[in-house]
């Protein structure tokens, strides 16, 4: 894939998965356009590979539009920002899990909906990648909100496959397990909440960063050209464990 001159929009790109996926795709050759919340965290990226930058808050969804319209035209969008909360499905609390559907749903809609509608409108036959994830297929106890939401993403992504490929546009998502990123540390850095899970996964670790970007890059690159609609698990063979 030449990356040269093809401008890419990656939301979370402050952190993680989303902060490695700006990083290699910059060195790559590619003009990362990076939208997060932190500013800090966007004038360090900034600094680090000389991107366009974005403060906004995702769940903010009225607000989208104007954040990201100045930022347009893109070639490629991932759409990575994700967040959680811990509530058992019985406690769950109403606004907490709008909050995360918003994030990791409904934000993922609403921004490739405005991307998809410039890319119709010139005839550009692009690529998207929902960063979701392996608990999208799963019921992970004290994750309600989380599992829906990714769930959803999923479910999502196959819908905009089938309308968007007459068009030339492909959509697909990475489905990671745990990942150490900032969000991946808080939550699996005890071992006898990690080991299990480490243990049920043929490869035996947890994933870099770097490893789901290496699969968003291919999902966004002309050597995926026939492959639209999957849900990709990025995961050392824990789906099949
Ligand atoms: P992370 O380390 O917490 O980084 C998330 C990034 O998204 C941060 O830069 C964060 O900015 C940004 N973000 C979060 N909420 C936002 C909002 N409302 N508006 C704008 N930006 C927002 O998370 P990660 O582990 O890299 O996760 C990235 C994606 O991978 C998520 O969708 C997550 O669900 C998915 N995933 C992660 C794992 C894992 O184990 N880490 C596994 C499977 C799937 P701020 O820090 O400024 O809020």
Redesign the pocket.
């Known amino acids: 894939m030449d990356w040269n001159g093809r401008r890419v929009l990656v ?8 902060r490695a996926t700006a990083v290699m795709l910059a060195r790559r050759g590619a003009k990362v356009v990076a ?4 500013a800090d ?1 966007l004038a360090g990226l900034a600094a680090e590979i000389a991107c366009e930058t974005i403060s ?4 903010e969804i009225g607000a989208i539009e104007a954040a990201v319209r100045p930022a347009l035209p893109v070639d490629l969008l991932v759409n ?4 959680t909360t811990l509530q058992s499905f019985v406690t769950s609390d109403l606004a907490e899990f709008n909050r995360v559907m918003n ?2 749903s409904v934000a993922p809609m609403v921004l490739s909906q405005i991307v998809v509608r410039d890319w119709l409108a010139r005839g550009i036959k692009g690529a998207i990648v929902n ?1 979701s ?2 608990a999208a297929r799963r019921g992970v106890v004290n994750h309600t909100a989380y599992c829906a939401s990714k769930a959803a993403l999923d479910a999502m992504t196959r819908v905009m496959a089938a309308e968007l490929g007459p068009s030339g546009i492909r959509v697909n998502c990475v489905n ?4 150490l ?4 540390e808080l939550a699996w850095s005890d071992p006898a909440k990690a080991d299990p899970v480490k243990a049920r996964i043929p490869l035996g670790r947890f994933l870099d ?1 770097d490893e789901v970007a290496e699969a968003i890059l291919f999902l966004l690159s002309d050597g995926a050209s026939m492959v639209n609609g999957v849900s990709l698990p990025v995961d050392g063979g824990l789906a099949v464990s």
């Open positions: 939301t979370g790109a402050g952190k993680g998965i989303g939208l997060s919340r932190s965290d906004a808050d995702l769940a990575c920002a994700g967040t994030v990791n960063v994830s392996d990671p397990t745990v990942t990123t900032p969000m991946g960063p």
